[in-house]
């Protein structure tokens, strides 16, 4: 009997996806949420993040400011 593999070989990883990271490390990190919140663009967002280890484009932090942080609240103010 033949078994079929149903894993598409270039399937993504969601927690290799750079946002995921980012609120996977906002659930543990109360202080980058604080830091986050006090930056004044996307730019220094990104910038903050990337010095975590998280590289994501300020667009991609723009689209997603209000779904990263439990709430629905926006991430910064930017």
């Given amino acids: 009997m033949a078994t079929i593999?149903?894993?598409?070989?270039?399937a993504e990883n969601p927690a290799a996806d750079p946002l995921h990271q980012l609120k996977d490390l906002l659930l543990c990190d109360v202080n980058l949420v604080h830091a986050l919140r006090s930056t004044d663009s996307t730019e220094a967002a990104a910038r903050l993040v990337a010095e975590r280890g998280v590289f994501v484009t300020p667009e991609a932090l723009w689209r997603n400011r209000g779904t990263l942080v439990s709430g629905g609240f926006p991430t910064w103010r930017g």
């Fill in 5 to 10: 593999n149903t894993s598409a070989p270039n």
